[in-house]
């Protein structure tokens, strides 16, 4: 893996902006391997992520950081320089269905994602086998015994205990706190079918069978105290037939979420994500 710095920008639209951030590149020897940009025309926002080879440069990443500072706050910046070698540490939260937990191992495991998995959370015993095949700590929250309050509590504090930069919940069937949603803003990510809120309820693919639904998918989100309506990263669609029973939509729908999760969890981890109000820039 290349090591570079990425340079995210969130800001007020200023003439000048860009060619400030270049010249400032260029007089420390910058070679930029991606450039993304996009201004948010309604809001007069501007959005950029620079991805900065680092063997060309002629001072490290401390040094860049402090002589960028003056810029940054000339133009009202939101920032961050980070070091793509840095692993995030990601915790793994799940039910009683794997296919998404499973999904993201894999792809960790095959090094697609490239973070640390300090440990796996779930509220159903049975996830520990995945957990031990792939020698990540397991944590069972018996919420029934604990009860809801006492089983959240187990979880914030196991967050803060591995000292984790990103949550996600993979097929978590349990609804976050509120307090627990402010704590992990901008830091987890969940991932819901799209039937919402037309087929609510229990088994959402039969009542979208029993209509005739012609398309399915899956919506990859950040956790916000406002169920299932966080900032979308990511969303996958699938066609459906006339000729698609409820367990292939059931089958198909799978599909997209794990799609839609594992794009959204690596564009995060890539710093490709910037949140700006109830919306999100995605540079993929």
């Excluded at 704590?183 to 037309?198: C, M, V």
């Amino acid at each position: 893996m290349q090591q570079t710095l990425r340079l995210v920008i969130d800001c007020p639209d200023q003439v000048g902006l860009v060619a400030s951030v270049s010249q400032f590149l260029a007089q420390h020897n910058a070679t930029i391997v991606e450039a993304s940009h996009h201004t948010d025309l309604q809001t007069g926002r501007f959005f950029m992520r620079h991805e900065i080879r680092t063997d060309s440069l002629t001072m490290d990443i401390d040094q860049i950081r402090q002589a960028f500072m003056p810029i940054a706050d000339s133009y009202s910046m939101n920032w961050k320089l980070v070091d793509s070698r840095n692993k995030p540490k990601m915790a793994l939260l799940a039910s009683h269905e794997s296919h998404c937990l499973m999904d993201l191992l894999h792809r960790w495991h095959s090094k697609e994602l490239y973070c640390d998995i300090p440990c796996i959370i779930a509220n159903h015993p049975q996830m520990k086998q995945f957990a031990d095949w792939h020698s990540i700590p397991f944590h069972w929250i018996d919420f029934k015994t604990l009860g809801r309050e006492a089983a959240f509590a187990q979880i914030s504090q196991l967050i803060k205990q591995y000292d984790i930069d990103l949550t996600v919940l993979a097929r978590f069937m349990q609804i976050l706190p509120e307090a627990l949603c402010q704590e992990l803003a901008g830091r987890a990510i969940n991932i819901h079918h799209s039937f919402l809120p037309s087929f609510a309820g229990a088994k959402p693919y039969q009542q979208a069978y029993d209509r005739g639904v012609k398309l399915i998918g899956a919506t990859c989100h950040y956790v916000t105290s406002d169920l299932d309506e966080g900032p979308i990263i990511e969303q996958e669609v699938m066609r459906i037939s006339h000729s698609d029973s409820a367990q292939d939509m059931v089958r198909k729908g799978k599909n997209c979420e794990k799609t839609a999760l594992a794009n959204g969890v690596r564009y995060h981890l890539e710093d490709r994500v910037i949140i700006h109000h109830s919306k999100t820039v995605v540079f993929a």
